[in-house]
């Protein structure tokens, strides 16, 4: 069965802090890997593509990377404003998107 | 680029009652759709997938006689849920995808039925 699990549900790290979220999936026929962040009554807003094992991408203090079975998110000298729920979504074969439980990343000041 | 909007950002309504939702893409034409609902602190729930032109298609369990969508445009998709009940209370987001490409989301529309 495909899915998509992301760990840890929640993660409080303090400003500066270093740390990574991890999204774990299993899925027939991979079409890409999305990472989105989304704000307390907010749509998501999309941050990453990734289509294949090896592939990285960076957007200011996040970099996202893959693997056959796994996906991390590492976030480098959080600040305040990065606190948010990441979502991770994986595009099977037949283009549709299986969504992660999101986690939840709290930067205390 | 890659802009969605969704009109009412907020709505309350009587139960009973009928609520219409807009989205739009802003600045690109959007082959595809997507409408979502989501319950506090949980993950989006796909309800249906809209094509301009053609009927959407619902997911398991989403009744398509109470969310009805209409994909006017390439820039434009609506769900109206009719005769709203209070648990029908929920943050409503919609999506726009070119092609078979990252999909952009709208701000949500959080809907209080009483």
């Known amino acids: 069965e495909d899915q998509v699990t992301q760990s840890p549900e929640a993660l409080r790290l303090q400003e500066g802090e270093s740390s990574s979220l991890n999204c774990s999936y299993t899925?027939?026929?991979?079409?890409?890997l999305f990472w989105y962040r989304q704000d307390p009554g907010k749509g998501p807003e999309f941050l990453f593509t990734l289509y294949s094992a090896g592939e990285e991408k960076e957007k200011e203090r996040l970099k996202a990377t893959l693997t056959k079975k796994e996906s991390f998110l590492h976030i480098t000298a959080p600040k305040p404003e990065d606190s948010a729920t990441y979502l991770c979504?994986?595009?099977?074969?037949?283009?549709?998107?299986?969504w992660g439980a999101g986690t939840k990343l709290i930067i205390k000041p | 680029g890659a802009v969605v909007s969704q009109h009412p950002s907020w709505v309350i309504c009587k139960s009973g009652t009928s609520v219409k939702i807009e989205c739009r893409s802003l600045d690109f034409q959007a082959t595809t759709m997507f409408w979502y609902r989501q319950f506090p602190k949980q993950s989006l729930m796909l309800m249906a997938t809209?094509?301009?032109?053609?009927?959407?298609?619902?997911e398991q369990g989403v009744e398509k006689d109470k969310f009805l969508i209409n994909h006017a445009s390439l820039t434009l998709s609506t769900l109206t849920v009719t005769s709203a009940h209070p648990e029908d209370s929920s943050f409503y987001i919609c999506?726009?995808?070119?092609?078979?490409?990252?999909?952009?989301f709208g701000p949500g529309t959080r809907l209080t039925v009483l």
């Open positions: 899925v027939s026929g991979l079409r890409g």
């Open positions: 979504a994986v595009r099977r074969s037949n283009y549709q998107l299986i």
């Open positions: 999506s726009a995808r070119i092609g078979y490409n990252e999909q952009f």
């Open positions: 809209s094509n301009e032109g053609s009927k959407a298609t619902y």
